[in-house]
């Protein structure tokens, strides 16, 4: 089965190759060449959708300010049965006096380097090497590291397929505290990274309303039904859902008491604002927060709210018990 290209991908490689040709490109060509139209072709889909996604992709360029050029029949400049579409580099160029520094340069490549293989496929690579043409030759060292953003959760794959094919997903979704998973039924509209973990933020089916899941708490398989909606739907979603969560994380915060110069100190205080007692710190999961606390130790401390602190407690309590069980083993 031929990989799926991601929409945004698709638009990188049209436009890649629409700067590529002098003389411009007929649809037919580009929906038989470019990576993303060519994998839809290779899996059977119909040649009058590949063409209404071309036009779709085309009007969405146009939108963002990407000069696409039609050239139709010179005889008859009104025939577009056989028009060549390309971007005129002149107009699509940044300015001749706009220099980047090796620093510069080694930034935009850094940027373009984050999303790991297992989210972007090799076809969106040619956009690193595509900056690193500009003039980077070797590595530029930026503050020592090289950040990478992974997509772990199982369900992130397919979900980012039901997105981009406007399809309506089920999955198993399990809440702290629930003894069996419920199925769900949405519009995948965005997937969005807050707080290091990964939700899908879309429409639930069953009830009408927007809802946001952590994909690590879906179970099973995520399955994608035949029933569609209207694309159109996905505009601003991922704005909508983190401004969701940051409503969520401004209504709930925890008082906390941490040592100083721990690693809990580190990391709670990019996101705290100091108090009277200590550090306050937003939230939106208090379960989520909850791991995170324990896994400090004693480095901190769960001033309130109170079920958090039972559920930080609760958590330690579960790794003694679980030495303690496991000594007694050895023991016998």
């Not at 056989?82 to 971007?87: C, D, L, N, T, W």
């Not at 999303?115 to 020592?144: T, Y």
């Not at 505009?235 to 690693?263: D, H, M």
Request: no cysteine.
């Amino acid at each position: 089965m031929a990989a799926r290209i991601p929409a945004e991908e698709r638009l990188t490689n049209l436009v890649v190759a629409l700067m590529a040709t002098e003389i411009g490109l007929t649809k037919q060509q580009i929906l038989d060449n470019v990576s993303g139209y060519r994998q839809r072709a290779d899996a059977g889909t119909r040649s009058d959708a590949l063409e209404k996604m071309f036009e779709r992709d085309k009007d969405e360029l146009r939108s963002l300010g990407v000069p696409i050029e039609t050239i139709g029949d010179a005889a008859d400049p009104n025939d577009l049965r056989e028009a060549r579409y390309r971007i005129p580099q002149a107009e699509y160029d940044l300015p001749g006096d706009i220099e980047f520094s090796p620093a510069e340069l080694a930034v935009l490549r850094l940027a373009g380097s984050v999303w790991s293989a297992e989210s972007v496929s090799g076809d969106a690579q040619s956009g690193v090497r595509k900056i690193r043409a500009l003039g980077i030759d070797g590595d530029e060292p930026i503050i020592g590291f090289a950040p990478r953003i992974t997509a772990r959760d199982a369900a992130f794959t397919p979900l980012q397929d039901a997105i981009e094919r406007s399809r309506v997903v089920s999955f198993d979704y399990l809440k702290p505290g629930e003894d069996a998973p419920r199925r769900r039924r949405i519009r995948p509209l965005a997937l969005v990274d807050y707080e290091a973990r990964w939700h899908v933020y879309g429409v639930d089916v069953d009830i009408e309303e927007d809802r946001t899941f952590l994909l690590s708490r879906i179970v099973g398989d995520v399955v994608l039904s035949a029933s569609t909606f209207d694309a159109s739907l996905r505009e601003g979603a991922g704005e909508r859902a983190l401004s969701g969560l940051e409503r969520v994380a401004a209504e709930n915060s925890a008082l906390l008491e941490v040592t100083p110069g721990t690693e809990a100190a580190l990391r709670l205080g990019r996101r705290a604002t100091p108090a009277t007692q200590g550090i306050r710190v937003p939230f939106v999961d208090l379960h989520i927060l909850a791991d995170e606390l324990a896994s400090y130790g004693p480095e901190v401390r769960v001033v309130e709210p109170a079920p958090l602190r039972a559920a930080v407690i609760g958590r330690l309590r579960a790794v003694v018990d679980a030495h303690t069980d496991s000594e007694a083993g050895v023991s016998a």
